[in-house]
């Protein structure tokens, strides 16, 4: 299959579709709206057809749905693949989008808990192997504290949500536009993900495809990459139209989009080895069965080709 014939230049314009393939690739993309993983005009009305799309709420079920080949392309944040890496599964990072998404840790306005230090003992609810969970070590490891001082509350986003409306958690930590809508309320944050460690979001695809149709995963990250650059200067377009087919509160998507960074690029030796590091916090944490070397499923895109 040509890439060319696959993928053309998306032509930009009010359509707008969460996620794009076709009959070869089908796309993964987390549900959650703020994620630019979004292609708002498909690729050819000719191929409209054959496309295929595939929801998630984060990224863990997702690459489980690449690494057994039922998905060949999608978008997480740093932590799902290396979870997924460790478990063995078939597949590769192919593009960073570097400080992507905004994400922080809230507590109610309320409460007692003022720095990172006063987690410790605290019941923090995040999604197990998400970005969240990075962000939440990282934060531990800032405050000089264990993974053992808190008590981790694996929660997917809405289920968090509630929990934490609730008072059943003591902090949340969770990324935007869950963020900014939870920042409209009375609530503190406590941190950024910014400002406890670099993260990073990633495009990663089934190996097979990256083995046996390098051009095809080339012209995804082309196209991505395009939008991205769309994105960057129309963020107010970009959260109306995440508005109109999320139904998210618009102001929260307009404050999302305004603190996301829209960039692809190749995962180069130093994203790796940032990548690498947040591998080896969770395996010191005990929470990895046993050590990965990141730079072994690292694929090498070139922009353009």
Not at 26 to 40: M, N, W
Not at 182 to 207: C, E, I, M, S, W
Not at 254 to 273: D, G, H, N, Q, Y
């Amino acid at each position: 299959m040509d890439a060319t014939q696959t993928i053309s230049r998306p032509r930009h314009g009010r359509r707008f579709r969460w996620y794009f393939s076709t009959r070869r690739c089908r796309d993964g993309v987390e549900r959650d709206p703020d994620r630019l993983s979004e292609i708002r005009h498909l690729p050819g009305d000719q191929t409209a057809q054959d496309i295929k799309w595939a929801e998630f709420t984060f990224g863990p079920p997702l690459l489980e749905g690449i690494a057994t080949g039922n998905l060949d392309y999608g978008y997480t944040g740093d932590a799902p693949p290396v979870f997924a890496q460790a478990a063995g599964a078939n597949l590769d990072y192919v593009a960073v989008l570097p400080r992507h998404a905004s994400e922080g840790i809230i507590v109610p306005e309320e409460s007692p808990i003022q720095t990172l230090a006063d987690l410790k003992g605290k019941r923090i609810g995040f999604g197990k192997a998400s970005s969240a969970h990075t962000t939440t070590l990282a934060a531990l490891d800032k405050a000089g504290l264990a993974y053992t001082d808190i008590k981790p509350v694996y929660l997917p986003p809405a289920d968090a949500a509630s929990a934490f409306a609730r008072g059943a958690i003591d902090a949340w930590t969770i990324w935007d536009p869950f963020l900014a809508i939870a920042q409209r309320g009375k609530v503190r944050t406590l941190a950024y993900a910014k400002d406890v460690h670099d993260p990073n979001n990633f495009l990663l695809a089934n190996r097979n495809l990256v083995t046996q149709h390098p051009e095809i995963v080339n012209k995804f990250n082309d196209v991505f990459a395009q939008e991205l650059q769309w994105a960057d200067t129309h963020r107010d377009e970009l959260a109306e139209l995440i508005h109109e087919a999320s139904g998210v509160d618009l102001e929260s998507l307009r404050v999302a989009m305004k603190r996301s960074a829209f960039t692809a690029l190749p995962v180069s030796e130093e994203i790796t080895a940032k990548q690498q590091a947040v591998a080896d916090r969770f395996y010191k944490a005990g929470l990895l069965p046993k050590p990965i070397a990141v730079r072994d499923i690292v694929w090498k895109w070139t922009p353009g080709a």
